[in-house]
C-alpha cells in the first residue's frame, strides 16, 4: 500500500523558513518523479515543484522560485521541501504526491505564514 506522509508544517512569521518532509512507502521510491502541491484556503490544488527520480533535475512554480528547494533522500524513502523567506501567499495545505495531478498524495500538512 503506498503511504506519503508529510511532516514539518507550522505557523511562521513573513520572511520566515520552515522544511517539510514527506516520508514514503510502498512503491519504489527512487524510481518515481517527486511532486509538491498546495492548496490554500477556498482554492484549487496548485503544483509547486517536482523533482526528478535521481534528484537531478528540479522545476518550481514562477512564485517560489528562488524560495523554495527540493531535495529527497532515495536512502531514506524521502521527499522534502526547503522553503524559505516564506509569504503570506504560501499559507497552504502542502502535499507530497507521485503525480502532477496529485491523484495520490498524502493527508498533507499545514502551513500558516502570518504575523
Known amino acids: 500500500e503506498v503511504q506519503l506522509v508529510e511532516s514539518g508544517g507550522d505557523l511562521v512569521q513573513p520572511g520566515g523558513s520552515l522544511r517539510l518532509s514527506c516520508a514514503a512507502s510502498?512503491?519504489?521510491?527512487?524510481?518515481?518523479?517527486m511532486y509538491w502541491v498546495r492548496q490554500a484556503p477556498g482554492k484549487g490544488l496548485e503544483w509547486v515543484s517536482h523533482?526528478?527520480?535521481?534528484?537531478?533535475?528540479?522545476s518550481y512554480l514562477d512564485s517560489v522560485t528562488g524560495r523554495f528547494t527540493i531535495s529527497r533522500d532515495n536512502a531514506k524513502n524521502t521527499l522534502y521541501l526547503q522553503m524559505d523567506s516564506l509569504k503570506t501567499e504560501d499559507t497552504a495545505v502542502y502535499y507530497c504526491?507521485?503525480?502532477?495531478?496529485?491523484?495520490?498524495r498524502g493527508q498533507g500538512t499545514q502551513v500558516t505564514v502570518s504575523s
Open positions: 504526491a507521485t503525480d502532477p495531478r496529485a491523484l495520490r
Open positions: 510502498g512503491f519504489p521510491f527512487s524510481t518515481y518523479w
Open positions: 523533482i526528478n527520480d535521481d534528484g537531478t533535475s528540479t
